[in-house]
Protein backbone atom coordinates (compact mmCIF):
# COMPACT_ATOMS: atom_id res chain seq x y z
CA UNK A 1 0.00 0.00 0.00
CA UNK A 2 1.80 3.24 -1.00
CA UNK A 3 -0.86 5.73 0.90
CA UNK A 4 -1.96 6.22 4.62
CA UNK A 5 -5.67 7.16 3.45
CA UNK A 6 -8.24 4.79 3.14
CA UNK A 7 -11.56 4.70 1.54
CA UNK A 8 -14.21 3.57 3.78
CA UNK A 9 -18.15 2.47 2.13
CA UNK A 10 -21.16 1.43 2.84
CA UNK A 11 -21.27 3.22 6.25
CA UNK A 12 -24.41 3.67 8.05
CA UNK A 13 -25.77 7.07 8.00
CA UNK A 14 -25.93 7.20 11.53
CA UNK A 15 -21.74 6.80 12.14
CA UNK A 16 -20.10 9.51 13.98
CA UNK A 17 -16.38 10.27 13.13
CA UNK A 18 -15.78 9.07 16.85
CA UNK A 19 -17.54 5.77 16.11
CA UNK A 20 -15.28 5.33 12.78
CA UNK A 21 -12.33 7.12 14.98
CA UNK A 22 -12.64 4.38 17.49
CA UNK A 23 -12.72 1.42 15.24
CA UNK A 24 -9.39 2.04 12.96
CA UNK A 25 -7.85 3.00 16.28
CA UNK A 26 -7.35 -0.33 16.75
CA UNK A 27 -4.85 -1.06 13.97
CA UNK A 28 -2.87 2.48 14.53
CA UNK A 29 -3.35 6.34 14.94
CA UNK A 30 -5.80 8.00 13.24
CA UNK A 31 -4.34 11.59 11.64
CA UNK A 32 -8.30 12.34 10.07
CA UNK A 33 -11.55 10.69 9.34
CA UNK A 34 -13.83 12.40 7.03
CA UNK A 35 -17.71 11.00 6.62
CA UNK A 36 -19.23 12.16 4.11
CA UNK A 37 -23.28 13.20 5.47
CA UNK A 38 -25.98 11.30 4.24
CA UNK A 39 -23.95 9.25 1.69
CA UNK A 40 -22.79 6.24 3.43
CA UNK A 41 -18.88 6.46 2.91
CA UNK A 42 -15.90 8.80 3.97
CA UNK A 43 -12.39 8.46 4.10
CA UNK A 44 -9.70 7.91 7.29
CA UNK A 45 -6.41 8.44 7.30
CA UNK A 46 -3.83 6.59 9.22
CA UNK A 47 -0.51 7.62 10.16
CA UNK A 48 1.85 5.25 8.16
CA UNK A 49 0.86 3.25 4.92
CA UNK A 50 1.62 0.18 7.75
CA UNK A 51 -1.24 0.92 10.01
CA UNK A 52 -3.55 1.49 6.70
CA UNK A 53 -2.92 -1.74 4.96
CA UNK A 54 -3.44 -3.86 9.10
CA UNK A 55 -6.64 -1.92 9.15
CA UNK A 56 -7.52 -2.71 5.81
CA UNK A 57 -6.80 -6.38 6.20
CA UNK A 58 -8.88 -6.27 9.45
CA UNK A 59 -12.04 -4.19 8.39
CA UNK A 60 -13.01 -4.80 4.69
CA UNK A 61 -16.16 -6.69 5.26
CA UNK A 62 -16.23 -5.52 8.72
CA UNK A 63 -20.10 -5.61 10.34
CA UNK A 64 -19.84 -1.81 11.39
CA UNK A 65 -23.40 -1.21 12.98
CA UNK A 66 -24.98 -4.02 11.03
CA UNK A 67 -23.69 -3.39 7.84
CA UNK A 68 -20.35 -5.01 5.85
CA UNK A 69 -18.11 -2.18 5.53
CA UNK A 70 -16.01 -1.79 2.48
CA UNK A 71 -12.23 -0.68 3.11
CA UNK A 72 -9.57 0.11 0.07
CA UNK A 73 -7.07 2.38 -0.38
CA UNK A 74 -7.99 5.93 -1.51
CA UNK A 75 -7.91 6.78 -4.82
CA UNK A 76 -7.21 10.54 -5.48
CA UNK A 77 -9.86 12.53 -7.03
CA UNK A 78 -10.11 12.43 -10.70
CA UNK A 79 -9.89 16.24 -12.04
CA UNK A 80 -13.31 16.73 -13.48
CA UNK A 81 -13.65 18.91 -16.34
CA UNK A 82 -16.76 21.78 -16.55
CA UNK A 83 -19.11 21.22 -19.08
CA UNK A 84 -18.61 23.54 -22.02
CA UNK A 85 -20.79 26.88 -22.17
CA UNK A 86 -23.77 26.51 -24.62
CA UNK A 87 -24.57 30.05 -26.87
CA UNK A 88 -27.99 30.45 -27.90
Known amino acids: MQGSKLYVGNLPYSATSE?????????????????IERKGFG????????EAE??????????????NIRVDE??????REGRPKRRY
Not at 43 to 50: A, D, R
Not at 74 to 79: G, L, Q, S
Open 19 to 35: EVTELFSQYGQVVEVNI
Open 43 to 50: FVEMSSPS
Open 54 to 67: AAKEALNNYDFQGR
Open 74 to 79: ARPMKR
